[in-house]
Nanobody, 125 residues
Framework: QVQLVESGGGLVQAGGSLRLSCTAS????????MGWFRQAPGKGRDVVAA????????YYADSVKGRFTISRDNAKNMVYLQMNSLQSEDTAVYYC??????????????????WGQGTQVTVSS
């Protein structure tokens, strides 16, 4: 069983930055692929970024490449999403998720089986 709690969301002006954090309560945390996803009003839940077991491999959605950075600290059971140059289109609820699939890096939402409650990010233009 894995419990995930996100923090760091809020209201920011376009061009600004936010850092999201995800605290995981999980045994063998380093054996879970981790990801950040987002869901805007009226839309589906899409992947933002994913990170492999060790943190050495990452995946980014095209819309955030060069602006967002995902990282993890296995010693602290933490995952982070640094978001720079935020745009109004980034407004959404952001979710942290964990996958116990036997693959170190996955990004489709259907492969993730543990989810946090989400944190709202609002970017004002």
């Amino acid at each position: 069983q894995v419990q995930l709690v996100e923090s760091g969301g809020g209201l920011v002006q376009a061009g600004g930055s936010l850092r999201l954090s995800c605290t995981a309560s999980a045994r063998a945390f380093s054996r879970y692929a981790m990801g950040w996803f987002r869901q805007a009003p009226g839309k589906g839940r899409d992947v933002v970024a994913a990170v492999s077991w060790s943190g050495g491999r990452t995946y980014y959605a095209d819309s955030v490449k060069g602006r967002f950075t995902i990282s993890r600290d296995n010693a602290k059971n933490m995952v982070y999403l640094q978001m720079n140059s935020l745009q109004s289109e980034d407004t959404a609820v952001y979710y942290c998720a964990a996958s116990d699939r036997d693959t170190d890096l996955v990004w489709p939402p259907r492969y993730y089986n543990y989810w946090g409650q989400g944190t709202q990010v609002t970017v004002s233009s």
